[in-house]
T-cell receptor, first 111, second 112 residues
Framework: GQQLNQSPQSMFIQEGEDVSMNCTSS?????WLWYKQDPGEGPVLLIA?????ELTSNGRLTAQFGITRKDSFLNISASIPSDVGIYFC???????????FGKGTRLHILP | DGGITQSPKYLFRKEGQNVTLSCEQN?????MYWYRQDPGQGLRLIYY???????QKGDIAEGYSVSREKKESFPLTVTSAQKNPTAFYLC???????????FGPGTRLLVL
């Protein structure tokens, strides 16, 4: 079946640093989604991407839909303590009922 | 207040007991999904429903059952056949014209 490889698995950074994470697959996707999950809560949608090459920002977050349609990345600029959490990528293949999720990137911010 | 509600927030199950997790939405979304999340893991699809009175198995449906009698509701029953039910359960929805998925706040199921 289709799989999404999300990396890194975890990150330890200093407050104020920029963060970059990505997802890759051997399959072609028509939609890429990025979510953030806080402990004990449901994932919250951060950014949705629908076209190859699309670059979309949401505040300090920027995500891109890869040209090959097999990858996507998420950048966070000038990280702050509330950025701590798990970030998931997800993708949907055209007209597929299901969305496939990466295993998440756990972001830690060092004091 | 619109959105997806899941109840209860925490649920305790005794050995051999069936328990039902509630998921309600007032977004008028057609599709609803149930996922299981284990610590440090991603989301695994249990069941999903594209329309009332119809549903399909996901990747880990064994030991679970669902119903979709109303558009707004998609309850998940964790049966006694599910031998390792302790997990965080997430309900999600998708609108018919949308390719994005929205999640409820989750229910944590613990075994006594």
């Amino acid at each position: 079946g289709q799989q999404l490889n999300q990396s890194p698995q975890s990150m330890f950074i200093q407050e104020g640093e920029d963060v970059s994470m990505n997802c890759t697959s051997s399959s072609i996707f028509n939609t890429w989604l990025w979510y953030k999950q806080d402990p004990g809560e449901g994932p919250v949608l951060l950014i949705a991407l629908y076209k190859a090459g699309e670059l979309t920002s949401n505040g300090r977050l920027t995500a891109q839909f890869g040209i090959t349609r097999k990858d996507s990345f998420l950048n966070i600029s000038a990280s702050i303590p509330s950025d701590v959490g798990i970030y998931f990528c997800a993708g949907r293949i055209y007209r597929d009922d299901k969305i496939i999720f990466g295993k998440g990137t756990r972001l830690h911010i060092l004091p | 207040d619109g959105g997806i509600t899941q109840s209860p927030k925490y649920l305790f199950r005794k050995e051999g007991q069936n328990v039902t997790l509630s998921c309600e939405q007032n977004l008028n979304h057609d599709a609803m999904y149930w996922y299981r999340q284990d610590p440090g893991q991603g989301l695994r699809l249990i069941y999903y429903s594209q329309i009332v009175n119809d549903f399909q198995k996901g990747d880990i449906a064994e030991g679970y059952s669902v119903s979709r009698e109303k558009k707004e509701s998609f309850p998940l029953t964790v049966t006694s056949a599910q031998k390792n039910p302790t997990a965080f359960y997430l309900c999600a929805t998708t609108g018919s014209s949308s390719q994005t998925q929205y999640f409820g706040p989750g229910t944590r199921l613990l075994v006594l």
